[in-house]
Nanobody, 122 residues
């Protein structure tokens, strides 16, 4: 069974940095777009950053210039480098990807990680 596992969350002071990682495990034939979402307390989940298999990226306006998404296709892993963190970045961060498996045929399954908490506070 394919799964995504995030790591790297924690408590950081405003202005600090964190690097999130998300690795896919299982029998994987291909990974399409990989995304990072976040959900703050009392708010809806929002898309933070995306990266295509070719390396094209996109960001929500609130993190442009501060966050960088990257991926290592050989390791089936996506990263989110978060710099100049602000208290409003506090949220549970979720990894999401379209993954093709032997059982899915040509379809990409929508797979989610369990989430990792990022807290920005002094």
């Amino acid at each position: 069974q394919v799964q995504l596992v995030e790591s790297g969350g924690g408590l950081v002071q405003p202005g600090g940095s964190l690097r999130l990682s998300c690795g896919a495990s299982g029998i994987i034939l291909g990974i399409d777009v990989m995304n990072w979402y976040r959900q703050a307390p009392g708010k809806e989940r929002e898309l933070v950053a995306s990266i295509t298999s070719a390396g094209g990226t996109g960001y929500v306006d609130s993190v442009k210039g501060r966050f960088t998404i990257s991926r290592d296709n050989a390791k089936n892993t996506v990263y989110l480098q978060m710099d100049s963190l602000k208290p409003e970045d506090t949220a549970v961060y979720y990894c999401n990807a379209g993954i093709r498996t032997p059982l899915s045929g040509y379809r990409y399954l929508d797979i989610w990680g369990q989430g990792t908490l990022v807290s920005v506070s002094s």
